[in-house]
Structure formats: C-alpha cells, structure tokens
C-alpha cells in the first residue's frame, strides 16, 4: 500500500539538539537548536532565539531570532527579530527588521525568478519547467460610443 507524503506539518529541532548534515523539506521547520549545514524548505523556517545555526539557508520566509553564521535565500520575506545575531549575506525579496537585530553582510533585493535561479545552483537540483503560457486572447474592438465622445 502507498503512502501519501504528508505536507502542511511541521519539522521541529528541539532545544539542545545538535544536528549536522543537509535538511531538505517540503513542510515549515522550526530550529530551537544547532544545527550545522544546509537548510531547503519549501515552507517557512521559524529559528527560535537559542538557535544556533553554521550554514545556509534557502526556503520561501523566515522569522529568525536565532544566531547563524551563514547565507539566507529567501522566496519571499525574512523577518530579522528583535535579539537576533546574523553573520553573513541575505538575498531576499523582502526583508523586515525589527530594533535591536543585528546584521553583519551583504543585503541583495531579488525576485522570484533570481531566487530560483540561486535556489538551484545551491541545492545542485535543476529548475522545474515551466508551464507553456497559454496564447494571449486578442482583444476585441470597442464597440462605438453612443454619446458621440472619443
């Protein structure tokens, strides 16, 4: 019997666990503890504030009140909150900081398509295709004012 790939959960790295190696997942991830390596998600990563990461990580948002030593490439918007200690480069589409973080890196604003261009030279998959875009409907000639105006 086959079975179904849960999405919509959460993966969690508790407090005082120590993890090295690669995550790749298709759920939100929460880290409330150190990890070392990199970090792919197609959901959001919350970093909790005794969390301590040495890597990358690239995924679609992030809340970070953590401390990492590493490079963010972010689909959508990185929170930097209030405590948190970043040391190293953000590429984001949006990005939101709150006093009192602290950052240390460069900051790169890019879109949809450069993060999926980043996501995949750092993760070493190749980029879906993308879907034929259906023929664009021509538009119809306005049908003459009754007024009189142009």
Known sequence: MEQNVMTGGVSCISAGTVIKGEINTPTDLQIDGTFEGKVYSKGKVKVGEKANIKGDIVCQNVEFCGTIAGNFYVKDTLSLKAGCKVEGDLNVRRLQVELDARFNGNCRMINEAEFDK????????????AAPQAAQPQQQPRPANPFGQK
Request: aromatic share 0%.
């Open 118 to 129: 980043l996501a995949a030279q750092i993760t070493g998959q190749p980029l879906p295709q």
